[in-house]
């Protein structure tokens, strides 16, 4: 048996003249979710209810899928609108229409067909499927739903407790899936009432993973009503075992109405935010100077203690106001403590080892103060020549060894090769920038 296009099959054959029965479905209730078939004959008052005789006309409206049932198996499914006229003769056949490929599949696991030839055992029988979006199903949490608080930008990950309330919609995607494993031999039409609650339970439940996988993308509890697309992919997500895999159920939309933190996780997220914030070194100077600003104006109203008292607090003010200064031109980073540079050393110290030795002796052995070495050092090994010549050797002072000069005030030293380490006249300390 199968379906053709009854356009079709009139236009090709005899088929026209052979039409017994004409099922249809008058537009469905927004509450009825399946309805059984009509019948309306046409001269032949002998058929029985649950037969369907060969050459019937079945007519499919918008927003509806036809399925007929055979011996308690679907064995024809068409979602496309049109006349069809039914034909013994034909294969099984399916017309999906917009419901995609997931009916065809359900359609070839179902198996052969059981036929009795068309005689009195035969029971048959042809429902209708509402395929419209089913709309104004309000919920509500009755308790607290966990969800995550997650900002990167300050490092703050917690769990508060939300309640929110709104509506949600949803379509038949599988009729197949929903005869089999809701609604099965419908005597007269299967209503919304029935499944309902047990989907808004089922919806609850399911709340709190899919909170959670919109948390995981850094969206707040606040600004979930802008993301109920995110929400309501989140949704059949979770919920895509109980319904879309085994009713043919999905979700099409999820409306938030109200979402609200109790009051204590309210005030907890403002504090690590205000704290965060004033992490922020401008924010903080901001804040501190208009602090200290008011500060000094409640200082000076306070005259009830007199006018001593008065002045004493605007004192007190401004030293805060000064602090707030420096936090603002530090960029409140911390002003570091002043180092302090050791003690300079003062004396000299003889070769046993006495540091701090002030006089012209060693206070330990005794021994003289060393006598800076002045002079050049003649090729002989005479040390100390302070003129032109050896004094030993009568050698000529070499022409390579530099004389010194202060360059700051212009003092020559008695022996211009062996200078001061500073120069009597100005202070001024010999290195190379004083040599000639």
């Known amino acids: 048996m199968g379906l053709i296009k009854a356009v079709l099959g009139a236009a090709g054959s005899q088929l026209s003249d052979q039409w017994k029965e004409f099922f249809y479905c008058d537009s469905m209730e927004a509450d009825v979710l399946v309805t059984k078939g009509q019948k309306r004959t046409k001269g032949n008052n002998k058929g ?13 409206n918008d ?7 055979d011996q308690g198996k679907v064995v024809e499914l068409c979602a496309e609108p049109g006349e069809f006229t039914y034909d013994t003769s034909t294969e099984p056949s399916i017309f999906s229409g917009n419901l995609g490929t997931s009916i065809l599949e359900s359609f070839k696991v179902m198996g052969k067909r059981i036929t009795f030839g068309g005689d009195t055992g035969h029971d048959q029988r042809i429902y209708f499927f509402n395929t419209k979006e089913i709309m104004g199903n309000k919920y509500g949490t009755a308790n607290p739903v ?34 089999t494993n809701v609604c099965a031999n419908v005597t007269d039409e299967f209503t919304r009432d029935k499944i309902d ?10 709340l709190q993973p899919a909170f959670a996988r919109i948390s995981e993308m850094g969206i707040r509890y606040s600004a979930v009503p802008g993301h109920t697309k995110e929400l309501a992919n989140a949704l059949n997500e979770e919920l895509s075992d109980q319904w879309r895999d085994l009713r043919g159920i999905e ?14 996780d309210e005030n907890m997220i403002k504090e690590l935010q205000r704290a965060a914030a004033l992490s922020n070194p401008a924010l903080g100077q901001g804040m501190m100077t208009g602090a200290t600003a008011q500060a000094m104006q409640d200082a000076a109203k306070n005259t009830a203690a007199g006018p001593m008292m008065a002045f004493a607090g605007m004192n ?8 707030a200064a420096v936090y603002q031109q530090t960029g409140g980073t911390p002003i570091p403590a002043p180092t302090v540079a050791p003690p300079k050393e003062e004396g000299w110290t003889c070769s046993c080892g006495k ?19 002045q002079g050049w050092t003649c090729s002989c090994g005479k040390t100390g020549n302070l003129g032109k010549f050896c004094s030993e050797c009568g050698a000529k002072k070499p022409a390579g060894a530099p004389l010194y000069k202060c360059d700051k005030c212009g003092w020559t030293p008695e022996d211009p090769m062996n200078p001061p380490k500073f120069c009597p006249e100005c202070g001024d300390v010999f290195d190379d920038n004083d040599k000639q």
């Not at 900002?151 to 899936?177: F, W």
């Not at 609650?197 to 439940?205: C, R």
């Not at 939309?253 to 109790?262: D, L, P, R, Y």
């Open 146 to 179: 966990p969800f995550r608080v997650v900002d990167q930008r300050i490092g703050l990950d917690v769990d508060i407790s939300i309640r929110c309330n709104g509506e949600y919609s949803y379509k038949i995607t599988n009729p197949i899936l929903f005869y």
């Open 251 to 264: 979700i099409i939309s999820f409306g938030v109405n109200t979402i609200k933190a109790s009051e204590e």
């Open 316 to 323: 007190m003010a401004n030293m805060t106001g000064a602090n």
């Open 355 to 373: 540091k701090g030795n002030t006089g012209k002796f060693c206070a330990e052995c005794g021994k003289p103060q060393p006598v800076p070495e």
């Open 197 to 206: 609650s047990q989907l808004k339970a089922e919806l609850l439940t399911a």
């Open 48 to 60: 029985q209810d649950n037969i369907i005789t060969n050459g019937s006309v079945i007519a499919v």
């Open 63 to 69: 927003g509806q899928c036809m399925i007929i049932v």
